[in-house]
């Protein structure tokens, strides 16, 4: 039980083209969704925290227009990084809980590439 | 300010070995406190979580961790070190800010020799 998908696991995009991630809890409800960023052998940063029908919120530094999250129902969330450039490149990582006060699963991250 | 202290970045261990590695905490309310693992270009998994009761958890894999809250720790051991073992691990805290959230430590790379 408690399995997060994450799809695609890699992506190759355009310099100024969009790209769009998707995080999928497969046999729970996610009442919370969050997406985290890592650079290499380096901690995870997180991104933002979206709950299903709400406005996601996100971290002090974040930039909203570039990565829009969407948490549109209790099993998925979409991140979208808009315009993406080279600095976008990294390792994306979304987890899921049920609720508040217990433990958060993770997906098999998606690796970014933007040329 | 709540934080996350892993002090080692690096430990290598002999294959059969016993494992410690260390956590420290900042968090002014009652801790939850987690350990994933993470295999190169993964993503994390639960080993375990403490949240209140014996202050010494099990976890999958043969993992424990035992919370020491005078000492504000949470360091995960295994008796016996497997070459599969090899991976990141890091230690989270869950806090209230704001909404409730995951911090972090900057993780423990793991390397075992044969």
């Known amino acids: 039980g408690a399995v997060v998908s994450q799809h695609p696991s890699w992506v190759i995009c355009k310099s100024g083209t969009s790209v769009k991630i998707e995080c999928r809890s497969l046999d729970f409800q996610a009442t919370t969704m969050f997406w985290y960023r890592q650079f290499p052998k380096q901690s995870l940063m997180l991104m933002a925290t979206?709950?299903?029908?709400?406005?996601?919120?996100?971290e002090q530094g974040v930039e909203k227009d570039k990565f829009l999250i969407n948490h549109a129902s209790l099993t998925l969330s979409t991140l979208t990084v808009t315009s993406a450039h080279p600095e976008d490149s990294s390792f994306y990582i979304c987890?899921?809980?049920?609720?508040?006060?217990?433990?958060?699963?993770f997906g098999q991250g998606t690796r970014l590439t933007v040329v | 300010a709540q934080s996350v202290t892993q002090p080692d970045i690096h430990i290598t261990v002999s294959e059969g070995a016993s494992l410690e590695l260390r956590c420290n905490y900042s968090y002014g309310a009652t801790p939850y406190l987690f350990w994933y693992v993470q295999s190169p270009g993964q993503g994390l998994q639960l080993l375990l979580k403490y949240f209140s009761g014996d202050t010494l958890v099990q976890g999958i894999k043969g993992f424990e961790a035992e919370f020491k809250r005078s000492q504000s720790s949470f360091n995960l051991r295994k008796p016996s070190v497997h070459w599969s073992d090899a991976a990141e691990y890091f230690c989270a805290v869950g806090v209230t800010s704001g909404t409730y959230k995951y911090i972090f430590g900057t993780g423990t790379r793991l390397k075992v020799l044969a």
């Open positions: 979206s709950n299903e029908g709400s406005k996601a919120t996100y």
């Open positions: 987890s899921a809980r049920v609720r508040v006060y217990t433990e958060a699963f």
